[in-house]
């Protein structure tokens, strides 16, 4: 029930489709990235790169993806090497999810390599892999609409690349629809790897849930709360606004967003013309989103001159303060032309503030990116980086693998000490500073192996960034709305912690338990296909979600009886997994972490929020939430690897064995 | 009686009509095939244009005319609705439909389309945005003056300021 209940399997190199009843892996891993993980630990071979044909691509919907409550699915593969997570995973919203299902599928996995450019048209069951050669170097958009024409329907959902995936750039992304991506990760590459150029998908079938009743009224519950209760204050405000307010007020209120690559945090004041909010007033001609989703998070742009297309999240902050450029035509004109490149806004706004950042330096000259000055807010030289790196002309050459890589080979290394990345070295988004506390506990082993949450910020960011705007609509003063949003997050602590204020950037106490919290509702999410930003992280923004709310929606849809204890022992299963495959590959492929040297990055305003104070120096209290993360999930806080009652109790002998193997044999 | 009137400019295209249309009817499914409401999607130069078709309950209804087996009758909220047990599949109604409001069940064979959900319509029931809703047909006019007269003053207001 509510599960389409096969598995699509194709191999590009054969050209052969088969299907494999979802039934099979249900009991111990429920769906979506579950199921998945299973796979791919099981399946792609720990010494195989990332671009290798035995490597994997998965589209993975969950039990709830196609029903009222669930709109994406997660995309995973073994990730390019540069992200230093063997299994990464991105997830991507919009119609194509939700037409998966509908087409019969909970998952599909592509294996192997075609021998010329392809894509894949899914209509039901009838399966095809037809020529592509004439797609190859189209962008994003053009891809579609060719398919779209040649497939005779309209209503086909696509997920396609661009030149950088052709082009095996490893911050290519997959793209769907104007603005749904598969973006951190480099998956782009992954199917570029395979000559697979896009997946078109069609479904006529249907659905069902184990208890209608009881699943439409979890389902009231939940559309009343993003329509009419608090929600709907987050889901117009934050979202279908655009960010524009939060944005607004960033250089009046906050010390969260750098100006420039990291090197400072004063913005220069805000205009009628370089507010976002004015941009959105002149252009936005919708709201657009996900299937079902009363939040439709993304913004519909018609920009004469430029060009049309959609944003959303952080796309908003990327280019606008990485290359010091307040222009928002400018930052319109990058942001369309990375979307349309099909590589990942953060990534490609990163290198560029970097690149720049070394040009005013001295340590890199017009020569060193062929000729072209990287002065800050320059659209040639930002330009130039987007379609150099895309396309692997030039320079461009060098980041292919990455900025890391990049940052070595260029004039011998000496800009690598100013690269901004996070744990799995994938370039920083611009906000978002990470909670010091977490950055402790991810300097640890167990981190390492973590899904793609690094970036998420704990409560206090978001919690920052939303107060002002909050107050305004609430008609609160400041130091009102500050209290009433500190006591919810507060409360939320408690809740799951025991320790009021373990979402603060200072605690330690209960820190440990709030990391895994957040990452058992995002991992929740993953499995079942709820969306990610609807989770309880940030309660203070009016989101909801949690174990228990996901136990409920699961029973209903599935009539399956699942509890909070049940789904955080698969969602154990699955974090172990993929531990346990770090630890493989890192074994035997010598993959190893790099903190960055300015991970630590977040050095506040002397005049903001955190009063200049740099809460990073707490190492001691850093390690003791590091230590108590690892024992929460059972896993040796010294050597970071899973005692092996863990995953004996968890049904992973298999998984224990092939591991003690490979370290026995290191 | 009241009747479902759209204002296209506020959809979304999130299909939520479509979802809770084919569950309530058919159900406990979720299928947009087997719902009365359908929202077409088309992306043109990267702009979504979404409209949702439904039935428009026509005074002088084709598929009732043309209905070979006197299977579609006028409901007391003023839907015509399809008696499943008289249809007889033969999709005349399909062809009749001016605006492909009607169809015929692949899985059931026989015509389904929008009765009005009895007088309390799901579709306009959740639409967030308020693209659809359910007016008493005298007020309809009215209530479309009203809503343009609105962003009139609106955008006058914002001159003046």
Same mark, same amino acid.
């Not at chain 1, 071979?45 to 998965?58: F, G, I």
């Given at each position: ?666 | 009686?009241?009747?479902? /009137?759209?204002?296209?400019? #506020? +959809?979304? =295209? &999130?299909?939520? *009509? %479509?979802?809770? @249309? ?58 015509? /609705?399809?008696?499943?047990? #008289? +249809?007889? =599949? &033969?999709?005349? *109604? %399909?062809?009749? @439909? ?64």
């Amino acid at each position: 029930m509510s599960r389409a209940g096969s598995i699509l399997r194709i191999d590009l190199t054969s050209q052969e489709a088969t299907r494999v009843p979802t039934a099979f892996y249900v009991s111990d891993y429920i769906g979506g990235a579950a199921i998945a993980t299973k796979i791919l630990t099981d399946e792609v071979p720990p010494e195989a790169t990332a671009l290798d044909p035995r490597n994997l691509l998965t589209f993975n919907a969950g039990p709830l993806t196609g029903t009222l409550l669930g709109n994406k699915c997660e995309v995973m593969a073994r990730a390019p090497e540069v992200t230093n997570h063997p299994i990464g995973c991105a997830g991507m919203g919009g119609q194509f999810p939700s037409e998966m299902k509908f087409a019969g599928y909970d998952n599909i996995v592509i294996g192997g390599k075609a021998d010329q450019p392809v894509y894949l048209f899914v209509h039901d069951d009838e399966i095809e892999i037809r020529d592509a050669k004439h797609l190859w170097g189209l962008d994003t958009a053009e891809t579609q609409v060719r398919i779209k024409k040649e497939c005779k329907d309209p209503d086909v959902q696509i997920a396609c690349i661009g030149p950088a995936g052709e082009n095996l750039n490893v911050y290519a992304l997959i793209l769907h629809d104007i603005q749904n991506t598969a973006g951190k990760r480099g998956f782009g590459a992954v199917m570029g790897s395979k000559n697979l150029k896009a997946i078109a998908i069609r479904g006529s079938k249907g659905l069902r849930v184990a208890d209608p009743e009881g699943f439409l009224a979890l389902w009231k519950e939940n559309w009343e709360y993003y329509t009419q209760g608090h929600g709907a204050l987050w889901a117009r405000l934050f979202h279908r606004e655009g960010w524009s307010r939060q944005i607004a007020d960033f250089g009046k209120h906050l010390d969260v967003y750098p100006w420039g690559y990291f090197d400072t945090y004063i913005h220069p004041p805000l205009t009628r013309e370089t507010e976002m909010g004015e941009f959105l007033r002149k252009h936005k001609i919708g709201s657009i989103g996900c299937a079902f989703c009363p939040v439709q998070c993304q913004q519909n742009y018609r920009v004469p001159g430029i060009g049309n297309g959609g944003a959303t999240c952080i796309m908003y902050e990327s280019y606008r303060f990485f290359i010091k450029s307040d222009d928002t035509r400018l930052w319109w004109k990058l942001s369309r032309a990375a979307n349309l490149h099909g590589i990942d806004i953060i990534d490609i706004s990163n290198i560029t503030g970097w690149l720049m950042l070394m040009y005013e330096k001295g340590i890199l000259t017009a020569a060193d990116a062929d000729g072209i000055p990287m002065e800050w807010g320059s659209e040639k030289a930002a330009m130039t980086v987007l379609e150099k790196i895309a396309k692997r002309e030039g320079f461009g050459e060098l980041f292919a693998n990455g900025l890391v890589p990049a940052a070595k080979a260029m004039v011998g290394g000496k800009g690598l000490e100013w690269v901004h990345h996070d744990l799995n070295q994938l370039p920083s988004p611009s906000g978002a500073p990470m909670d010091v506390t977490i950055a402790g506990v991810g300097s640890l082993q167990l981190w390492r192996s973590a899904p793609s949450y690094i970036w998420t910020s704990p409560p206090h960011v978001d919690f920052h960034g939303t107060y002002p705007w909050m107050a305004e609509e609430l008609g609160m003063d400041l130091e009102e709305i500050r209290k009433t949003l500190e006591a919810w997050c507060d409360d939320q602590s408690e809740k799951y912690t025991g320790h009021r204020g373990a979402w603060r950037p200072e605690a330690v106490e209960g820190k440990a338990a709030l990391l895994k919290m957040i990452e058992c509702d995002f991992i929740a999410c993953d499995l079942t296909g709820h969306c990610d930003y609807q989770t309880e992280r940030l309660p203070h923004m009016g989101t909801r979600g949690g174990l228990e709310l996901f136990s409920k929606w699961l029973t209903a849809a599935t009539g399956t009886k699942y509890t909070p204890e049940k789904l955080l022992e698969v969602i154990h299963r699955k974090r172990m997994l993929e531990l346990c495959y770090y630890l493989m590959c890192e074994r035997l492929v010598g993959e190893e972490i790099v903190p960055s040297p300015r991970f630590h990055w977040f050095t506040p305003r002397p005049d903001g929020h955190f009063k200049g104070k740099f809460w990073a120096s707490d190492l001691e209290g850093s390690i003791k939430a590091g230590t108590e993360y690892s024992e929460l999930w059972g896993v040796d806080p010294n050597t970071g690897v899973p005692r092996r009652d863990t995953l004996e109790r968890l049904g992973l002998q298999e998984m224990a064995a092939r591991l003690e193997a490979v370290l026995n044999r290191s | 009686m009241k009747r479902i /009137v759209l204002d296209y400019t #506020k +959809c979304t =295209g &999130c299909r939520t *009509c %479509e979802a809770i @249309c084919s569950f309530v009817n058919e159900k406990g499914e979720f299928n947009p095939m087997k719902s009365r409401i359908r929202v077409v999607r088309t992306v043109e130069d990267q702009v979504l244009r979404s409209l949702p078709v439904f039935c428009l309950q026509c005074e002088e209804a084709y598929c009732m005319a043309v209905c070979p087996a006197s299977a579609i009758t006028a409901s007391d909220a003023g839907a015509r /609705v399809v008696n499943e047990d #008289k +249809c007889i =599949g &033969c999709k005349l *109604c %399909e062809i009749a @439909c001016p605006i492909g409001a009607i169809s015929v069940d692949s899985d059931k064979r026989v015509a389904i389309k929008c009765s009005l959900c009895d007088g309390d319509p799901n579709c306009v029931k959740y639409c967030f945005t308020g693209a659809l809703q359910y007016l008493p047909a005298e007020r309809v006019g009215k209530a479309r003056a009203r809503q343009k007269a609105d962003k009139f003053l609106e955008i006058l207001q914002k001159g003046a300021a």
